[in-house]
């Protein structure tokens, strides 16, 4: 199985764009409230808003929709705050980011369950990888949501950008807008604790049998 | 290895495929690191949980339409409006581009398959009117209006009051009734009517700009968000054909079309010819946002 997993290439996207130069008068005229402005900018940036709310809160989530909204909403005040450190997408990932986290944290403190991490039999079906790396698949992120809910927000936010998104440590870096080497330690202490979930859950007995 | 690197490795490999020299670095990794190994396996399934549903770019327009009337109510910010409005409508109007073909082709702007093929189109096309800007082309384009203007002699004189007030209605006149003739400005204006919900006025303005400029890239798109139209308002036929004429052009949004061509079928209940449209789907953009609908749809199907 592990030969597999590492055959794993991407599925999704290719490098995240940086288009920085065009966006950027957009989101001026948009942070100055244009509502035309507000409008495409939104257009543009809500296809990475909902993959990022999706994949903080699992996309089967009640409240990706709403969660997906407050991020849009927050986006036009947040710009106040971007100086252009990173690309303005990268911005709004973690605005997004943000918001689902605190979605998950109210929730958490409300001793609401999460949705179970399902295993889609689409996925199943589709053969590649197989049925057994896609149930290993789904704990895996299950923990790491897990985790997310129990980090302190700074660390949280590391792990989603990185672990979630795919964002290098540069990248997080520049999207959260600290030293590297903060990030660094965000995201050491972060495994820390996932090394200690991990420990704890049986559902990933297969993965540690082989890690020997 | 560093730290970095091995924490780099995994996000590299969840975007393109690694250089020998990353696979490398790369197994040792996940066979050494139990973390790595979770971040790795739950990497790959936040990837397809962030896939995009045919039903994205209707969210996505209906909120982006909530947040531009709440910032419509709220008054503006700051002097940008007066001394960078130039330069924001020339932005703008490199983005419409853009804009469209993230809502109008179900929500794939980097999303899903053909990213670098997408990013190349809308970065050539933001170039393109950079370029053009810089030469101040753009701004004599967006003036062009079907609307002849008043000839110099049948100004108001604007030095009275009652003059003033004429000139105002005269601007407002030609800005109510003018029909953009500029291809990027034709573009805009049927996007902004489909995002404000007026399908019967985008249509006009996607046909129109599909007959006036056949050639520009604007119509290659509109030829699609056309066919989207049309099939959400059940003429699959005629939907089919645009569908077609996009795929044939080979355009960056050929996931897009597929899925819409196949679609356009199922409703007219040519199954054979949907599986098929779907099979070539899977087999030119096995990664697209589309892929596991249509793999779905083919199971279904299965006869």
Not at chain 2, 103 to 115: C, E, I, L
């Amino acid at each position: 199985m592990l030969a597999e997993l590492r055959s794993l290439i991407v599925r999704d996207s290719g490098p995240l764009p940086r288009r920085r130069d065009e966006l950027d008068a957009l989101a001026i005229r948009a942070r100055d409230g244009d509502p035309g402005a507000v409008r495409t900018l939104l257009v543009i940036l809500g296809p990475h808003l909902l993959r990022v709310v999706r994949r903080v809160l699992g996309p089967t989530h009640p409240e990706v929709e709403d969660a997906v909204q407050e991020a849009a909403f927050a986006i036009p005040d947040a710009l106040a705050r971007y100086r252009g450190d990173c690309s303005l997408v990268h911005f709004a990932c973690k605005v997004a980011v943000n918001t689902a986290t605190n979605i998950r944290r109210r929730e958490s403190a409300a001793k609401r369950n999460a949705p179970d991490e399902r295993v889609s039999a689409d996925e199943v079906a589709a053969g590649d990888p197989s049925p057994d790396t896609v149930v290993q698949a789904r704990a895996c992120a299950a923990l790491v949501r897990e985790l997310l809910d129990s980090l302190p927000p700074a660390q949280a936010e590391a792990l989603a950008l990185h672990a979630m998104l795919g964002f290098t440590v540069a990248e997080v870096a520049e999207a959260t807008d600290v030293p590297a080497e903060t990030v660094r330690s965000r995201l050491r202490l972060a495994k820390r604790a996932l090394r200690d979930r991990i420990e704890g859950n049986p559902r990933l007995v297969v993965l540690k049998e082989e890690a020997g | 290895m560093t730290d970095d690197e091995s924490t780099d490795v995994l996000c590299a490999v969840r975007r393109r495929a690694l250089s020998p020299e990353e696979r490398e670095k790369l197994e040792p990794l996940l066979t050494r690191s139990l973390e790595a190994r979770v971040l790795h396996y739950a990497g790959w399934a936040f990837d397809g949980d962030g896939d995009a549903r045919a039903d994205d770019d209707h969210l996505i327009a209906r909120i982006a339409h909530a947040v531009a009337a709440r910032a419509e109510q709220a008054p503006a910010r700051s002097v940008w409006h007066t001394g960078r409005r130039r330069i924001g409508t020339l932005a703008l109007a490199a983005l419409a581009l853009a804009s469209s073909a993230a809502a109008g082709a179900g929500v794939v702007y980097w999303a899903g398959a053909s990213a670098t093929e997408r990013s190349a189109t809308t970065d050539e096309a933001a170039r393109e009117h950079r370029s053009s800007a810089l030469n101040g082309e753009v701004t004599s384009a967006h003036r062009k209006t079907d609307v002849a203007e008043p000839s110099s002699s049948s100004l108001p004189d604007v030095d009275t009051p009652d003059g003033e007030r004429a000139a105002a209605s005269a601007t407002a006149h030609v800005k109510k009734h003018a029909k953009p003739t500029d291809p990027a400005d034709l573009f805009r204006q049927a996007n902004a009517r489909r995002l404000a919900g007026d399908s019967n006025g985008a249509m006009a303005a996607y046909r129109r700009l599909i007959r006036l400029h056949p050639a520009t890239r604007e119509a290659s798109v509109a030829q699609l968000s056309l066919a989207k139209l049309l099939l959400a308002r059940g003429d699959a036929a005629e939907a089919l054909k645009f569908f077609r004429v996009y795929s044939a052009a080979g355009g960056a949004l050929g996931a897009e079309a597929l899925w819409g061509e196949s679609q356009s079928l199922g409703r007219m209940g040519r199954r054979e010819e949907q599986r098929k449209a779907l099979r070539r789907l899977l087999a030119r953009y096995p990664k697209s946002a589309y892929a596991k609908a249509a793999r779905k749809q083919l199971s279904d199907s299965a006869p």
